[in-house]
């Protein structure tokens, strides 16, 4: 058997959450391999509405295990609020959740120094979500970091302590008072308090050495999907970088992520909105300031679900679809919210850039750097006008939106396997089997 992947192909927020709780019930296990609470993966059904953030979206499939990898990282107190969302909301989680004993621990002064550094970048700041995402990986990558297994050692305390004091000490060199930031509603001692206490709910947890447990599951014939959070263009080496995340949100991290060899990776589908969206700073080449992006965000509902924050919208970018594409060997195509194009008299598609005056094709260097004269050239198609809540198969949909997933599949030589229709997992509708 191999790892099936899911992940996103654009700035994130591209409907993962939906797509892997429609996609659970054909498999055994579900995990998590990159990023932490900054995700917010939203799943709807039978009216019900939840956003998870460390969770795997696979959880509301009675049977399904989820299995939160070595290479997310994880904020004690998010986890216990989202874990008693799910139980509040009727959602059962136990024995169903399964945590990597080497997932780093997002302690409440990486949240600090989160909020600190962003400050102190004034208008250059990166937009993050302030759950202290950059911090925790960078003390993983310097050989400091606490992970859940340590939390069991006798050691915890002492070592917990000589890390805050550390935190505490960079943040004493910024001319800043640690009061004014606010976390989950809390001030940073009290925050640190609840953080402390919900380390208990987490250490309540079935903890396991992931790598182990997912390889042997393998091996005994079990089918394991693993689910990407943010999305390519957030990726550390591949993204806009410096406005990126802190991890690789490509297929090459579900290998570091969970500990699979490359041999064992199967299906990789890659899941994009019939448009795109950003949350934070950073360069968008496709982005409307106009009332079309007013009108893609308010049909779209393009607000932030871990942040609230109100998203930066534009029409579907090719040459970074095809990037995302390429990166990830992404072998099924998934296109969300075709709906929200319904009303669209025309919807346009950057399929090439200038940059400096010459056309790329590719996403070049010059992407992120300021003052780079850089435009996106648009080829332009008819909507199709109508409502698409009724369609149920692929044979229905309109003309001029089966014509633009025929544009999109000959670009990029992927088949479009799974059309987004609607939030609910049953505005969903596949690709015949050929
Ligand atoms: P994720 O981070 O990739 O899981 O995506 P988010 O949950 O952050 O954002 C996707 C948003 O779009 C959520 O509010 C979903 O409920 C919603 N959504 C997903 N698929 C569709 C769709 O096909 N149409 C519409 N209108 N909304 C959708
Ligand atoms: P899901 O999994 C959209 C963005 C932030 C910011 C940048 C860095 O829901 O798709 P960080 O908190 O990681 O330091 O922020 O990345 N970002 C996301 N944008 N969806 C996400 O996750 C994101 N996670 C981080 O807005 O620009
Ligand atoms: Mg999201």
Redesign the pocket.
Known sequence: MKVDVLL?LQ???EG?GKIVDVLTPRYDIVARFQ?GP????TIEFEGKKFVLHTIPSGIFIKKSINVIGNGVIIDPFILRSEINKLTDGGVEVGKNLLVSRKAHLIMPTHRLLDAVYEQAKGKDK??????G??PTYTDKVSRSGLRVGDAESGEFEKRYQKARKRYLGIIRQFDTDINEFVFEGYKFEEYEQQWMNALGTLKSLEKINSEYFLNNALAEGKKILAEG???TM?DIDFGSYP????SNTTSAGVCNGLGIPPSKIGKVFGIFKAYCTR????PFPTELFDAEGAELRKTGNEFG??TGRPRRCGWLDLPALKYAIMLNGVTDLIMMKADVLNAFDKINVGVNYNVNGDTSTEVPFEFSMEGTDFKPVYKSFNGWKQELSEIKEYSQFPKALAEYIKFIENETNVPLKIISIGPDRSETIEAPLK
């Open positions: 996103g700035w994130g927020d993962k990023g900054n995700a917010g993966h990166i937009g993050s979500t302030l759950k995402i950059g959070a943010q999305g957030l406005f990126v995340t802190s949350v934070g700073s950073g679900a871990t």
